[in-house]
């Protein structure tokens, strides 16, 4: 089982979690970042660490938010690996917790 980014990284890209990955799952878009499935070892220390409380384990995700386990699949596939945490989008703090930031996404 992998962990899984959802909705609230969008616009916000926190990188606290990719600091932590000891296996660098993570994947880096314009204004989201994703989880490789197939390289998470589901060792949990990502999931703390996320300001935006955006990740999940792929089994615990939030109804509505299940195709971003999909997604996370996807552009893991096509986006650069991040194994360096960066500062966080400049107005991450006002995204965060807002819903219905799928259209937003940046590919």
């Keep these: ?4 980014v959802t909705e609230n990284c ?6 606290d979690c990719v600091e932590v990955c000891p296996v660098d799952c993570f994947h880096e878009g314009p204004n989201f970042l994703v989880i490789d499935p197939d390289e998470c ?7 703390p ?4 409380q955006a990740i999940f384990a792929e ?6 938010q299940e195709n971003f386990t999909e997604l996370n ?3 893991s596939q096509v986006w650069p690996v991040i194994t360096e945490m ?10 965060d917790g807002k819903t ?3 259209n937003l996404l940046e590919r």
């Design 1 to 4: 089982m992998a962990f899984v």
């Design 10 to 15: 969008i616009k916000c890209k926190y990188t």
């Design 41 to 47: 070892i589901d060792c949990t220390l990502c999931e």
């Design 49 to 52: 660490e996320c300001p935006a």
């Design 59 to 64: 089994d615990e995700v939030p109804e509505g």
């Design 73 to 75: 699949a996807e552009l």
């Design 86 to 95: 960066k500062e966080p989008a400049e107005d991450a703090q006002e995204w």
């Design 100 to 102: 219905d930031k799928l």
